[in-house]
T-cell receptor
Framework: EAQVTQNPRYLITVTGKKLTVTCSQN?????MSWYRQDPGLGLRQIYY???????DKGDVPEGYKVSRKEKRNFPLILESPSPNQTSLYFC?????????????FGPGTRLTVL | AQTVTQSQPEMSVQEAETVTLSCTYD???????LFWYKQPPSRQMILVIR??????QNATENRFSVNFQKAAKSFSLKISDSQLGDTAMYFC??????????FGDGTTLTVKP
């Protein structure tokens, strides 16, 4: 089944404890992206990747890191999480961004930082 | 930078009737793509419809259609024959061919029986 998977789906952690949220897609998509969604707001782009080894900042990259060492995986790293990073996180992928292909979204990861 | 504005935080419609959700955007890009996504209570993001900015013809997907006015930078979604399953948050989104994406803050649509 074609899908985008995220792990974990739910996470409660404490301030300053490094964590990684994994994202994997099995559709051979070139483009991947991370978003966060806060109450009353739409999705805001954190980082995106047009292809392997190519990543760029979105609108809210502060406090996050990403890497794209292989096509299928695009992990989101929080080196020192803070309470303002409590949010719902989505990973998405598409075949190609240059032609505006539809993005397929993962199920979301609900992160709480205490 | 681009912005996307959805001016209707909440809307309701009777089952089987038609409703239109508004979206306006601002950009200096010439090549871009517009989307409507649906987010039901499960929080899953689901594509509703996609429009290529260089195409004048409005996109249609079954009961869903858009009114794309490029000069006015307007991209509204019309839902015909509304069904209870259409109850959800709807997001308008702007994607560039350079990979950047911008979403509106959403419109919560309730379909009443």
């Amino acid at each position: 089944e074609a899908q985008v998977t995220q792990n974990p789906r739910y996470l409660i952690t404490v301030t300053g404890k490094k964590l990684t949220v994994t994202c994997s897609q099995n559709m051979n998509h070139e483009y991947m992206s991370w978003y966060r969604q806060d109450p009353g707001l739409g999705l805001r782009q954190i980082y995106y990747s047009m292809n392997v080894e190519v990543t760029d900042k979105g609108d809210v990259p502060e406090g996050y890191k990403v890497s794209r060492k292989e096509k299928r995986n695009f992990p989101l790293i929080l080196e020192s999480p803070s309470p303002n990073q409590t949010s719902l996180y989505f990973c998405a992928s598409s075949i190609l961004a240059v032609r505006g292909d539809t993005q397929y979204f993962g199920p979301g990861t609900r992160l709480t930082v205490l | 930078a681009q912005t996307v504005t959805q001016s209707q935080p909440e809307m309701s419609v009777q089952e089987a009737e038609t409703v239109t959700l508004s979206c306006t955007y601002d950009t200096s890009e010439s090549n871009y793509y517009l989307f409507w996504y649906k987010q039901p209570p499960s929080r899953q993001m689901i594509l509703v419809i996609r429009q290529e900015a260089y195409k004048q013809q409005n996109a249609t997907e079954n009961r869903f259609s858009v009114n794309f006015q490029k000069a006015a930078k307007s991209f509204s979604l019309k839902i015909s024959d509304s069904q209870l399953g259409d109850t959800a948050m709807y997001f308008c989104a702007f994607h560039t061919n350079a990979g950047k994406s911008t979403f509106g803050d959403g419109t919560t649509l309730t379909v009443k029986p």
